[in-house]
């Protein structure tokens, strides 16, 4: 009974293992099309952006979003939820320009539920100085949409701005 209990054993895990290596290769598609979807997603929404679009942030974050601003200035900080963010990052910012910050360059890459993009902006400040500014930021993505945002950027340029022009309200 032992040897047979041990054959049964060894036979179940021979198959086991065939089935798993059967759909590793399938899970491996997987993976790359949701690659390749959150790739897209992410291309798409910038190039509505930086083609006079202005629902950049609510196209591509969950509403439960945790967007980090990376870095030591005093802009620097985490934001939870879109409407945060929107209302504390997004919306004070762009009240002291007077052209938006349009994306002018970009590349994309995405590996498993991770998209990365690095892109450089510019926009025109409320005083008529230029900004630019290059950026990256790490989306991690669920359902096509970014729900964990890591962004790095040339901080001092960006609170300067902020520094700089009074808050029109």
Same mark, same amino acid.
Not at 14 to 20: Q, R, T
Not at 30 to 56: I, L, P, Y
């Given at each position: 009974? $032992?040897?047979? !209990?041990? #054959? %049964?054993?060894?036979?179940?895990?021979?198959?086991?293992?065939?089935?798993? @290596?059967?759909?590793?290769? @399938?899970?491996?598609? &997987?993976?790359? %099309?949701?690659?390749?979807?959150?790739?897209?997603?992410? +291309?798409?929404?910038?190039?509505?952006?930086? &083609?006079?679009?202005?629902?950049?942030? $609510?196209?591509?974050?969950?509403?439960?979003?945790? *967007?980090?601003?990376?870095?030591?200035?005093?802009? &620097?900080?985490?934001? #939870? @939820?879109?409407?945060?963010?929107?209302?504390?990052? /997004?919306?004070?910012?762009?009240?002291?320009? +007077? !052209?938006? /910050?349009?994306?002018?360059?970009?590349?994309?890459?995405?590996?498993?539920?991770?998209?990365?993009?690095? *892109?450089?902006? !510019?926009?025109?400040?409320?005083?008529?100085?230029?900004?630019? %500014?290059?950026? &990256?930021?790490?989306?991690?993505?669920?359902?096509?949409?970014?729900?964990? /945002? +890591?962004?790095?950027?040339?901080?001092?340029?960006?609170?300067? /701005?902020?520094?700089?022009?009074?808050?029109?309200?």
């Amino acid at each position: 009974m $032992r040897i047979t !209990t041990s #054959r %049964n054993t060894r036979v179940a895990a021979l198959y086991g293992v065939l089935l798993l @290596g059967a759909l590793v290769p @399938g899970l491996a598609q &997987a993976d790359a %099309n949701v690659e390749a979807r959150n790739k897209q997603a992410v +291309s798409q929404a910038f190039d509505r952006w930086a &083609a006079g679009g202005n629902t950049f942030f $609510r196209d591509i974050l969950t509403p439960d979003v945790v *967007w980090t601003i990376k870095g030591s200035g005093p802009s &620097a900080g985490v934001y #939870r @939820g879109v409407d945060e963010f929107v209302s504390k990052a /997004v919306q004070p910012f762009a009240a002291r320009l +007077s !052209t938006p /910050v349009r994306p002018v360059s970009k590349q994309v890459w995405a590996d498993g539920d991770h998209v990365i993009i690095q *892109w450089d902006g !510019t926009g025109m400040a409320g005083d008529g100085q230029p900004y630019r %500014n290059s950026y &990256a930021w790490i989306f991690r993505m669920r359902d096509g949409k970014a729900y964990e /945002v +890591s962004a790095y950027l040339d901080l001092p340029a960006y609170d300067d /701005v902020l520094q700089r022009i009074p808050d029109p309200a």
